[in-house]
């Protein structure tokens, strides 16, 4: 079968930005969390109406960007790789969901998760743990219509929707949305540098 020149899209935005993550440039990985951790988690959201383990799967996801970015061969657009792997963790989770009884604390120890690949090692774990504490944080900054705008967002809502949630006009909205997307990119960016520099 017949593949991609690797030329065809390496002057993709995304394309360009993932060889800056697996060149371990510093602020990549953040930046990419940041352009496409509303599409991951939104679709967790759709799919499982769990935010909890939303959140919990699109961290997985992200964590095997990073850990995998090596790998990575420009020959498609960047979001087809990573719908293919965010796929790969959602039928992990629904497997997880079939193999067990439904867990007495909802907040498990990541650790205990099910879905991780055996190629990964013990530390994982805390990998995941230290994601999950970037993305919390990042998002724990925003003020609070900021937050909830985010989120929102992450969910799909329009403007107008969103306007309407935080009596706001859809215009106002979209100026809330810049503002907090460029504070959560600010922040995102230190404290995912002990992540994006390292491995």
Same mark, same amino acid.
């Given at each position: 079968?017949?593949?991609?020149?690797?030329?065809l899209?390496?002057?993709?935005?995304?394309?360009?930005?993932?060889?800056? !993550?697996?060149?371990?440039?510093p602020?990549?990985?953040?930046?990419? %969390?940041?352009?496409?951790?509303?599409? !991951?988690?939104?679709?967790?959201?759709?799919?499982?109406?769990?935010?909890?383990?939303a959140?919990d #799967?699109?961290?997985?996801?992200?964590?095997? %960007?990073?850990?995998?970015?090596?790998?990575?061969?420009?020959?498609?657009?960047?979001?087809?790789?990573?719908?293919?792997?965010?796929?790969?963790?959602?039928?992990?989770?629904?497997?997880?969901?079939?193999?067990r009884?439904?867990?007495?604390?909802?907040?498990?120890?990541?650790?205990?998760?099910?879905?991780?690949?055996p190629?990964?090692?013990?530390? !994982?774990?805390?990998?995941?743990?230290?994601?999950? !504490?970037?993305?919390?944080?990042?998002? @724990?900054t #925003?003020?609070?219509?900021?937050?909830? @705008? %985010?989120?929102?967002?992450?969910?799909d809502?329009?403007?107008?929707?969103?306007?309407?949630?935080?009596?706001?006009?859809?215009?106002?909205?979209?100026?809330? #949305?810049?503002?907090a997307?460029?504070?959560?990119?600010?922040?995102?960016?230190?404290? @995912?540098?002990?992540?994006?520099?390292?491995g």
């Amino acid at each position: 079968m017949m593949t991609a020149p690797l030329t065809l899209f390496t002057h993709d935005p995304d394309v360009v930005l993932m060889l800056r !993550v697996q060149r371990d440039e510093p602020g990549a990985f953040a930046q990419l %969390i940041d352009r496409f951790w509303c599409r !991951v988690f939104g679709r967790y959201v759709r799919q499982f109406a769990d935010r909890q383990e939303a959140e919990d #799967l699109a961290q997985d996801v992200f964590l095997r %960007i990073f850990r995998n970015r090596r790998r990575y061969q420009p020959r498609a657009r960047l979001s087809t790789w990573i719908f293919h792997i965010a796929s790969n963790v959602a039928r992990n989770a629904i497997r997880g969901r079939a193999r067990r009884p439904p867990p007495i604390n909802h907040h498990d120890d990541a650790d205990q998760r099910e879905g991780i690949d055996p190629g990964i090692d013990a530390a !994982v774990g805390l990998d995941r743990a230290e994601l999950a !504490v970037i993305v919390r944080r990042a998002v @724990a900054t #925003l003020k609070g219509r900021q937050r909830r @705008a %985010i989120e929102l967002q992450c969910q799909d809502h329009s403007y107008s929707e969103i306007g309407e949630e935080l009596s706001l006009t859809a215009k106002a909205a979209k100026s809330l #949305l810049y503002r907090a997307r460029n504070e959560l990119r600010e922040t995102l960016r230190p404290l @995912a540098e002990s992540i994006g520099v390292s491995g």
